[in-house]
């Protein structure tokens, strides 16, 4: 559901407060309405308004004078303020009025529709900035995300294919060095391995900001991807220090080849970055009758001010040897576009928890994914 647009309304007169309420309440609105300067003053400490209307004569502090506080603040400086008064049309005030900073005056008894026209063209304004604003940060964030990938493709991938050219011209020198020849393999092996798992990693994120990112849902077992991603990790990094536990019933509906990578990319950032000579916990619980929960422990530390930042892109720390900082982001994205949630927290005795929830059935219509 959409934020209602706030209107605030600064009148001593209980009866006018009303009526104006009255006249303005729409569906999308949510008309505030005070009694004093001060009592306006302190909502606006918290409520962000897109337009006040303000009673000239107010006792203790009357609108102008409101409205010269606003605009001495940095929070309510550009809040539109249209003063309602019953007096006369008198040059002086108006001319008062606007030196404080008034965009528009009323004159009571005011015309209903002439109020609701005027405060109309104030919201689509308030509306239309905030578009604007949206929109601007989105471009800001492509053009960010466009500076890191150009920076991926001339720094983090050269690293590996400086290797590869490296164990070659060795080869070439050595061509019949059994050892040297053996070694220099694995090494281009290795590089290969981590350009392509780099490259596969781009390609995903480029298909979540183009929208273009399809699940392909089944009925199946976590546990059983959950198993998989266990062997195939073990087998490559750490045999052994992967232990996997159940309980309820882990059947649900889901994209196996997203859920393994949620998986992969979890658990490996656990055995990459946790105590290597502790073991790392998976625990896939279906004891909730609607979803799915999955809890990844390991021991060792993150900083309080980078738990916030985790699930953003590109969050390697600037260390090609780790990555591109994808990983969680991915992992986060795919977790969401099966209408779950991921959180990470810091627990006792120097542990991370990565947690995640699925639901056992997915979520009508499709998930909009994006940065």
Do not use: C, W
């Amino acid at each position: 559901m959409d934020t209602p647009i706030k209107i605030l309304v600064v009148d001593d007169v209980p009866q006018n407060l009303a009526t104006v309420e009255a006249v303005l309440v729409q569906p999308g609105l949510k008309i505030i309405t005070v009694h004093s300067g001060n009592a306006a003053l302190e909502r606006l400490l918290i409520e962000d308004v897109a337009l006040a209307l303000v009673d000239v004569r107010m006792p203790h502090m009357d609108g102008f004078e409101l409205a010269e506080l606003m605009r001495g603040a940095e929070r309510t400086r550009d809040i539109p303020i249209i003063f309602m008064t019953a007096a006369a049309n008198d040059p002086t005030r108006t001319f008062r009025g606007y030196e404080a900073g008034a965009v528009d005056f009323l004159y009571k008894p005011f015309d209903p529709q002439i109020l609701k026209s005027k405060v109309a063209v104030f919201v689509e304004l308030y509306s239309q900035r905030k578009r604007m604003a949206a929109q601007l940060d989105e471009l800001r964030n492509a053009l960010r995300l466009n500076e890191m990938f150009a920076a991926v493709l001339g720094h983090d991938l050269r690293n590996p294919l400086n290797a590869i050219s490296m164990s070659t011209e060795v080869l070439r020198r050595s061509p019949t060095d059994a050892s040297v020849t053996s070694a220099m393999a694995e090494r281009i092996h290795a590089s290969v391995r981590r350009m392509a798992k780099m490259i596969d990693q781009l390609l995903d994120v480029a298909r979540i900001r183009a929208g273009a990112m399809s699940l392909e849902m089944q009925s199946g077992d976590v546990l059983t991807v959950g198993s998989s991603i266990r062997d195939e990790l073990e087998s490559a990094l750490a045999a052994g220090r992967i232990a996997l536990t159940s309980s309820g019933d882990t059947r649900a509906t889901f994209d196996a080849d997203r859920l393994s990578q949620v998986f992969s990319n979890l658990v490996g950032n656990a055995l990459q970055h946790g105590d290597p000579a502790a073991p790392v916990l998976v625990n896939i619980s279906g004891e909730d009758a609607a979803a799915i929960h999955v809890r990844i422990v390991n021991r060792g530390a993150i900083p309080a001010e980078r738990l916030q930042s985790l699930f953003e892109p590109f969050q390697a720390g600037g260390n090609s040897q780790k990555g591109l900082g994808l990983g969680l982001y991915i992992a986060s994205q795919f977790v969401q576009a099966h209408g779950g949630t991921v959180k990470v927290s810091a627990v006792d005795a120097g542990e991370i928890a990565f947690e995640f929830f699925i639901p056992r059935t997915p979520p009508k219509g499709s998930v909009q994914i994006k940065l």
